[in-house]
């Protein structure tokens, strides 16, 4: 089996535990069949926000050859963009302002919030809002042939700059503290059953539409220029192609994905604060797309759930260990598995073949 046939049936093993998963998280979460309490599918939920994060990522690194170490900053800015919409609402059932502007003495929201009280408007910001900025800051560092270690630094740089700036109070954001209170998700209860649902649906809808839409993608004229691009973009200059607008479209559609993640998980976590832009987080993403295997936007959606199912279960039950098997994940993908669990099947055929090789008979031979 070629690689491409095998990483076309993962795809479809994918879509269709996803379809399942979309599925049963209605008939188990809301009670309909004996199963999921809130918390578990709030884990849910905010794993599938995390593979969508991951396949951002993915979208550059593994099809264009860009690694990204600020993603964090499109997923923070998707999740306040969100939080400004969920504290309008809020506002205008009770009429009373969220904590940080009353700490603030403001006795109204700013005015360039309103636009947050329409969902459409608020829908349309998240998805355009990091894509301008991603075009803003692509171009510039495209348009100079910005590569390799240099983008990592200045993709964190721009990130830590942007977690500095959200932790002051008169930004508008909360500040250090944040933005709570979140009231009612599309006219339902926030901390309910109902939402609970409704947000782990969403958020697993997208993955699926995302991996759906980003496969296609990627088996058009365009995803094989990426590849081009990846494998030798000099090459690719030198047949004429202008490849700073094939990497801008793709950082601007993997700006907004991560967005959108972080648009559906600021809801189940209640809480946004600049803490989601700490640059630990965006060395994270790019662990669980490694782990999973760059290329395909699969192996994202492997990495980051399994990754963040062990950091879950490790919260409760030994946190303080996290960060030290995290650097053993990243220690074992690098030795032994350079292109993630992905490739766990050709290395290992490798490895049986090598020891095979190392038997004494076979040496004799």
Known sequence: MTGGMAMGRGAGLCA??????????PVFGLGLAPGLPVYAVNAI???MCFALLAMSVDLMWGAAGVLSLGH????????????MHLLRTAYAATGVLPDFLLFMGEKAFPAWWGFADSAVLTALAVLAVPALLAFAFGYVSFRSRVNGVYFFIITQALTYTAMLLMFRNDTGFGGNNGMTGFRDIAGLPAGGAASAVLLAAAATAAVLGALLGGRALLSTRFGRLLAAIRDDE???RFLGYDTLWLKLAAWCLSASLAAVAGALYVPQVGIINPGLLDPALSLEIAVWVAV???GGLVGAILGAVLVNLLKFWLAGAAPALWPFVLSLLVLGVVLLLPNGLLDLRNRS????????AALPGQARR
């Open 292 to 294: 999973g295997g760059r």
């Open 72 to 83: 964090g900053l499109f997923f923070a800015l998707g999740g306040y963009i969100a939080a």
């Open 234 to 236: 000099p090459r690719l």
């Open 16 to 25: 269709g535990l996803l379809g399942l998963l979309l599925a049963a998280l």
């Open 349 to 356: 055929r490798s490895w049986l073949t090598d020891m095979a």
């Open 45 to 47: 939920g905010q794993v």
